[in-house]
Each structure stands twice: as structure tokens, then as C-alpha cells.
């Protein structure tokens, strides 16, 4: 079976500093894809970043970048420099093959940025 | 820009009335999926269809028929809708490993 795991509900970070969100996988899939998404207060739902699990090198995307430790099935956010725009809610989300290529969700976790 | 388009974004429906809503994207991707959200139970899965005329249940298709017609085009249709479909309904599209990209959202109310 298939699971994406965020033990973190919510954090609050201060303006200007550097927060990292965890989550947790489970596959048994040799091939799979993980994602990051944000979802505004809106509620609109943006796609952050990707990281194939045969690469290894950290997906980097403008102030988001990725801790991919595949032997602990693990993929962390990291954003640097927060802003308060990146007060949201961030889920991490997984895709394989096994799983009909269907988006598995985490949880998510609500970020605070505070000034 | 490519986009995943939801028609209407809110709509209110009394119980028993057949609701539409309509999904499109302009990114020629063969996979769309319908999801709801819920506070406290995140994305759920309603509907995933892998290309035309190609459609899967996904975790909670009871109450909600879909359809594809043309690959751009993907609709969600509650026949007779319950007070208890009070949600807010994602479309989203994407290529097959690729990322999934999401519409606005959808608030239906049925009262």
C-alpha cells in the first residue's frame, strides 16, 4: 500500500528565516514521484516543486528546495527566507504506478510566517 | 498560460437538484481527475479519467457520475444532490508522472 505521512500539523516561523516540513512515504514502487504543494488561504492549490526517486541531486525551485533521503523514505520542504505570502498550508503528495499514477496526499501542514 | 479551468466557482443547489460542473485545461493532458475537500479530511478522490471515454472510480464516487468527451473536457455531475455534497470540488490535470495541476475550486452549497 501506498501512504504520504506529515506528523507536523502546524508551524510558525518568524519573517525572513528558514523552515523545513517533513514527510514520510511509503512505497513499494522501485520508480515514483513526489511533490509539494501550497494551498493559499484562498484556497487555491499550487504544484511547488518535484523529485524523481531515480535522481539524486535536490530539486531546487526559487526559495524552495527539497532534503530527499530516499533510504529513510523521506522528502522535506525547505524554504528559505520566508516571506508572509508562504503563510499556508503545504501538502506532500506522491505518485506511482502501482497506485493507478493517482496523487497520494499527506495531511498537510499550516505554515505561519509571522513578521 | 496554461490553466485548468472550473466553471461555475460557486453555486448553490437546493437538495434533490442536478448539478453540473464543468472542468477544462489547455495543457492537452490525458489525465484528469475530480476531487472534493472537506475541512479536516484534505483531497479526496472522486473520479479520475485516464483519457476519453476512459473514467475510474477514485475513493468516493458514490453519488457522482463523470464525464469525458473530449480530452480537454471533463465534467462532474451530481444527480439529485444531498445536503451531505456541501463541499468545495477540485478538477485537476496532468500527464501521466508529471506534476498535477489544479483549477480554483468549486464551492457548491446544497441546501
Known amino acids: 500500500a501506498q501512504k504520504v505521512t506529515q506528523t507536523q500539523t502546524s508551524i510558525s516561523v518568524m519573517e525572513k528565516t528558514t523552515v523545513t516540513m517533513d514527510c514520510v512515504y511509503e512505497t513499494q514502487d522501485s520508480s515514483y514521484f513526489l511533490f509539494w504543494y501550497k494551498q493559499t488561504a484562498s484556497g487555491e492549490i499550487v504544484f511547488l516543486i518535484r523529485q524523481d526517486s531515480y535522481k539524486k541531486e535536490n530539486a531546487t525551485v526559487g526559495h524552495y528546495s527539497l532534503n530527499f533521503q530516499k533510504p529513510k523514505s523521506s522528502i522535506g520542504l525547505i524554504i528559505t527566507a520566508t516571506q508572509i505570502e508562504d503563510s499556508a498550508v503545504y501538502f506532500c503528495?506522491?505518485?506511482?504506478?502501482?497506485?493507478?499514477?493517482?496523487?497520494?496526499f499527506g495531511s498537510g501542514t499550516q505554515l505561519t510566517v509571522m513578521p | 498560460d496554461m490553466k485548468v479551468t472550473q466553471m461555475p466557482r460557486y453555486l448553490i443547489k437546493r437538495m434533490g437538484e442536478n448539478v453540473l460542473l464543468e472542468c477544462g485545461q489547455d495543457?492537452?493532458?490525458?489525465?484528469m481527475y475530480w476531487y472534493r475537500q472537506d475541512p479536516g479530511l484534505g483531497l479526496q478522490l472522486i473520479y479520475i479519467?485516464?483519457?476519453?471515454?476512459?473514467?475510474s472510480e477514485g475513493d468516493i464516487p458514490k453519488g457522482y457520475r463523470v464525464s469525458r468527451k473530449k480530452r480537454e473536457h471533463f465534467s462532474l455531475i451530481l444527480d439529485s444532490a444531498k445536503t451531505n455534497q456541501t463541499s468545495v470540488y477540485f478538477c485537476?490535470?496532468?500527464?501521466?508522472?508529471?506534476?498535477?495541476?489544479f483549477g480554483k475550486g468549486t464551492r457548491l452549497t446544497v441546501v
Open positions: 503528495a506522491m505518485r506511482v504506478s502501482s497506485g493507478s499514477w493517482q496523487l497520494i
Open positions: 479519467s485516464y483519457d476519453v471515454d476512459s473514467n
Open positions: 485537476a490535470s496532468s500527464l501521466r508522472t508529471k506534476e498535477v495541476f
Open positions: 495543457m492537452s493532458h490525458e489525465t
